[in-house]
């Protein structure tokens, strides 16, 4: 069964750089989609950026520019590295997986996910 294990995150002043990870245990082929989703309270559970297989990615227009998603497959781990982050980049965030053929674009919405990490939280002051 695929198990993921999220880490990182914490607090940083607006402009400055995190990076969250997400161990992903029980899964190694490239039949995948990778993606980090994040939630704020009273808000719907949004979609950061996605990863496939393949190596394509996808980004949310709030993002595109500042973060990247990237999978080291040494250690089967996920990466968000954030930079110039925003005052409105402040959420939880959480890592998600499905399986996924390697050619396939990655879905957006949540619901297509069907493992997910615990969350971790970002916190950037203004």
């Known amino acids: 069964e695929v198990e993921l294990v999220g880490s990182g995150g914490g607090s940083v002043q607006s402009g400055g750089s995190l990076r969250v990870s997400c161990v992903v245990y029980?899964?190694?082929?490239?039949?995948?989609?990778l993606a980090w989703f994040r939630q704020v309270p009273g808000k719907e559970r949004e979609v950061v950026a996605t990863?496939?297989?393949?190596?394509?990615?996808y980004y949310g227009d709030s993002v595109k520019g500042r973060f990247t998603i990237s999978r080291d497959n040494s250690n089967n781990t996920l990466y968000l590295q954030m930079n110039s982050l925003k005052f409105e980049d402040t959420a939880m965030y959480y890592c998600?997986?499905?399986?996924?053929?390697?050619?396939?674009?990655?879905?957006?919405?949540?619901?297509?996910?069907?493992?997910w990490g615990q969350g971790t939280q970002v916190t950037v002051s203004s």
């Open positions: 998600a997986f499905r399986a996924n053929p390697v050619a396939y674009e990655c879905p957006l919405e949540k619901s297509r996910y069907f493992r």
């Open positions: 029980g899964y190694t082929a490239n039949t995948y989609c």
């Open positions: 990863l496939n297989g393949a190596g394509s990615t």
